[in-house]
Nanobody
Framework: QVHLEESGGGSVQAGGSLRLSCAAS????????LGWFRQAPGKEREGVAV?????????ADSVKGRFKISISQNNAKNILDLQMDNLEPGDTAMYYC?????????????????????WGEGTQVTISS
């Protein structure tokens, strides 16, 4: 079992920045890949970025160069951060923290949602033009 709790969403104007955080606890050995997905109204949930093993990162093309994923430790929890800069109205969505199994976190499959994934409840990001 993995528990994920997001924070840090909000509303900013285009060009601004936001930082999302996710406190992760539980079996992070089996589910060692942590990341972020997002879902805009009327659209499917899509992968944004993941970090596996604490250092291997992968990003969606739409956010490369603007978003940075990182991980640190705070007591018994892993803190997953997503620094989002130069935000665009197209980034408006509910952002979800996810924990995935390592084997399901490769370049060819990290964007796929699996039944073994764990999810947070989400945090809203709204970008105005």
């Amino acid at each position: 079992q993995v528990h994920l709790e997001e924070s840090g969403g909000g509303s900013v104007q285009a060009g601004g920045s936001l930082r999302l955080s996710c406190a992760a606890s539980g079996d992070l050995i089996t589910s060692s890949c942590l990341g972020w997905f997002r879902q805009a109204p009327g659209k499917e949930r899509e992968g944004v970025a993941v970090i596996e093993g604490g250092y291997t990162t992968m990003y969606a093309d739409s956010v490369k160069g603007r978003f940075k994923i990182s991980i640190s430790q705070n007591n018994a929890k892993n803190i997953l951060d997503l620094q989002m800069d130069n935000l665009e109205p197209g980034d408006t969505a509910m952002y979800y923290c996810v924990a995935k199994r390592r084997i399901l976190c490769r370049a060819d499959n990290w964007r796929v949602m699996y039944a073994t994934d764990y999810w947070g409840e989400g945090t809203q990001v709204t970008i105005s033009s």
